[in-house]
């Protein structure tokens, strides 16, 4: 059955250090996505992407996260400048479509990310 | 906004007892009901799902019915195993492209 996979699936990096969290979604998926979940609390939904754009974002993320999609089966999230409070498990997720509520998203198996 | 309220556990079975995890939910429209299941060390797996008033989702001896009146979708299982202890996610998706989660439920099964 067709993955998302992410890479790496740990990392520890300093604070104020860039990070590229890599995923693979699913070949024939359209929309993709990125969440993150704090120790202890939610999955938040980060942005959503379609078509080499940007089409939904949380408040979340600001400037100092940026996604793209750099060829055609990578899907990246990079933070430019990291702070302790992103230290959390990142989930990608694609889907087939968007637009449809009955759309399902299937989820990677998560990076978790230390800042120091 | 949408939210999703499940009890936060952790909930401690034993091997072949009834299971229950409430799930509510507030939501504008008639959102997609999710329950997703994240085994120890792996990502978040769709369990189950449910599109529409009244529907019953099921899938691995799990099940899950839409309840628009009381606006729930509790998770059930007849027959618990050691291997069905994981963090169980309810979830929505709304009017909007994103997943919205609950906290979570840690279910311990022992033997």
């Known amino acids: 059955e067709p993955e998302v996979t992410q890479t790496p699936s740990h990392q520890v990096t300093q604070m104020g250090q860039e990070v590229i969290l890599r995923c693979v979604p699913i070949?024939?998926?359209?929309?993709f996505y990125w969440y993150r979940q704090i120790l202890g609390q939610k999955v938040e939904f980060l942005v959503s992407f379609y078509n080499n754009e940007i089409s939904e974002k949380s408040e979340i993320f600001d400037d100092q996260f940026s996604v793209e999609r750099p060829d055609g089966s990578n899907f990246t999230l990079k933070i430019r400048s990291t702070k302790l409070e992103d230290s959390a498990m990142y989930f990608c997720a694609s889907s087939e479509r968007g637009t449809s509520l009955r759309e399902t998203q299937y989820f990677g198996p998560g990076t978790r990310l230390l800042v120091l | 906004g949408d939210s999703v309220t499940q009890m936060e556990g952790p909930v401690t079975l034993s091997e072949e007892a009834f299971l229950t995890i409430n799930c509510t939910y507030t939501a504008t429209g008639y959102p997609s009901l999710f329950w997703y299941v994240q085994y120890p060390g792996e990502g978040l797996q769709l369990l189950l799902k449910a599109t529409k008033a009244d529907d019953k989702g099921s899938n691995k001896g799990f099940e899950a019915t839409y309840r628009k009146e009381t606006t729930s979708f509790h998770l059930e299982k007849g027959s618990v195993q050691v291997s069905d202890s994981a963090v169980y996610f309810c979830a929505l998706t709304g009017g909007y492209q994103k997943v919205t989660f609950g906290i979570g439920t840690k279910l311990q099964v022992i033997p």
């Open positions: 070949s024939n998926h359209l929309y």
